[in-house]
């Protein structure tokens, strides 16, 4: 059986993470879990890189889970990553502050969906099978579905699809806001790498203050994020990107954002 992982490649500031067990229908197993969270640590720990996208190789983004190899190793911790890795799927242990936009085609199960909706642009082609199929397994979506899936959708629309792990196109993930854009079949990664090239054009320290401040919304609610927002806004106010921007407008040029 081939072992999972993700190849990495830089343009810019840009990192490409792809989904790599493609005979397998890219089904994470313990291997490619690992490789993926250590991707996007060595993502989160550079300074240079500005977004991350996460894409599949072969024609479909992900199976969900391996669970014949996951099934025996899941009491060992396999989802509990070391203190300095970034977790994924965003549930627990160390977070990561930059963006990621997820480009999916194909299939897209489980776990598939939950790596997605704990990004924050997702580009799916328009041939896209969504699914949330745990329940049909005996277990229950552990990466994010019963939160991220239930405050995107709201719980009306969200519940017919998680409590019977019914199967559903890429209008449906459109009108159930799972989703940010549909494109045509093949033109996912290429409008992934466009989004994120604008996102790289964005001051970083603000990106990453504004990620901050809009997850403190989501999890925290409306009141703890309006009380915390001066303590992101005012570092952002004394730094050279904010002055340079200032500079820019009035030179009528595009800003050089340094993350500084």
């Known amino acids: ?77 396999i989802f509990n990553f070391a203190e300095e890795q970034i977790n994924p799927w965003g549930t627990a242990g160390r977070h990561r502050s930059k963006p990621v936009v997820v480009a999916v085609q194909g299939i897209c199960y489980t776990a598939g969906v939950e790596l997605m909706l704990n990004a924050d642009v997702v580009i799916a082609s328009e041939n896209t099978v969504f699914g949330q199929l745990e329940v049909l397994r005996g277990i229950m979506p552990f990466g994010g579905a019963t939160v991220r899936f239930v405050q995107a959708a709201g719980w009306q629309k969200a519940m017919p699809y998680l409590l019977t792990g019914k199967t559903f196109d890429a209008k449906t993930a459109d009108q159930l806001n799972l989703i940010s854009e549909i494109v045509e079949n093949g033109q996912q990664l290429q409008r992934a790498i466009e989004i994120a090239k ?29 009380e915390k927002m001066n303590s992101y806004l005012m570092p952002l106010f004394e730094s050279q990107d904010a002055q340079e921007g200032v500079r820019a407008m009035l030179e009528k040029r595009p800003p050089q954002f340094k993350g500084q």
Request: contains cysteine.
């Open 198 to 226: 604008d996102i790289c054009i964005s001051a970083p320290l603000a990106v990453r203050a504004l990620l901050a401040s809009a997850t403190d919304a989501v999890t925290q609610g409306q009141t703890a994020a309006f």
């Open 1 to 77: 059986m081939s072992l999972g992982k993700v190849s990495r490649e830089i343009r810019d500031q840009i990192m490409l993470i792809g989904l790599d067990r493609a005979d397998k229908r890219n089904a994470f197993d313990s291997h490619m879990i690992q490789d993926l969270s250590l991707a996007l640590t060595e993502y989160e720990n550079d300074p240079e890189l500005r977004c991350a996208v996460i894409f599949a190789h072969g024609d479909h983004f992900t199976a969900g889970l391996d669970l014949v190899e996951l099934q025996p190793k899941i009491s060992e911790g």
